[in-house]
């Protein structure tokens, strides 16, 4: 075995998060920087586009759209950051139970808001699902980037 070899297993220990709590968090921390800027600029475009057709009602559904997606996806890292440090049939029921959540949350929330005048429904919608999407996909990019074991196992006691 060469040195080149040998020199990245020795480094890894500098660099690599040892335990998955670590990992899970280090990810989170990488998702919510690109959440924060996907979104972000997603609710500034979908305030700009649709405040030009339908004014301030156009503007205003936009931000409470995005608003709420973004409230959304910062839920979900939340979550992530909460169960980071517990057993993974405890972060699957965790996180099937905050999908189930956040679904319903947005359902509650979408037909509270359905009555407003003073929200244009199409902008609201549209403004939420494009925030929801790049959200999500900031997401898996963040994922993706991120140079961590994907998994992590304790070590042998004897």
């Given at each position: ?47 700009v ?12 559904g ?24 517990a ?53 898996v ?16 006691r004897?």
């Amino acid at each position: 075995m060469s040195e080149t070899d040998k020199a990245p297993a020795t480094d890894r220990a500098n660099t690599f998060p040892e335990t998955h709590d670590a990992v899970v968090r280090k990810l989170a921390d990488a998702m919510l920087r690109s959440v924060l800027w996907s979104s972000g600029a997603t609710i500034t475009l979908g305030i700009v586009v649709f405040a030009v057709p339908w004014g301030l009602p156009g503007a205003l559904g936009a931000l409470v759209g995005g608003a709420v997606a973004l409230g959304s996806s910062l839920a979900t890292l939340w979550l992530m950051r909460r169960t980071a440090a517990a057993s993974v049939q405890r972060v699957m029921v965790a996180a099937l139970g905050g999908f189930a959540g956040k679904v319903l949350v947005l359902l509650v929330v979408m037909t509270l808001l359905r009555g407003l005048t003073v929200l244009h429904p199409m902008a609201l919608a549209l403004t939420m699902a494009g925030t929801i999407l790049l959200a999500t996909g900031a997401e898996v990019r963040a994922f993706a980037q991120v140079k961590v074991p994907t998994i992590i196992t304790e070590p042998e006691r004897g």
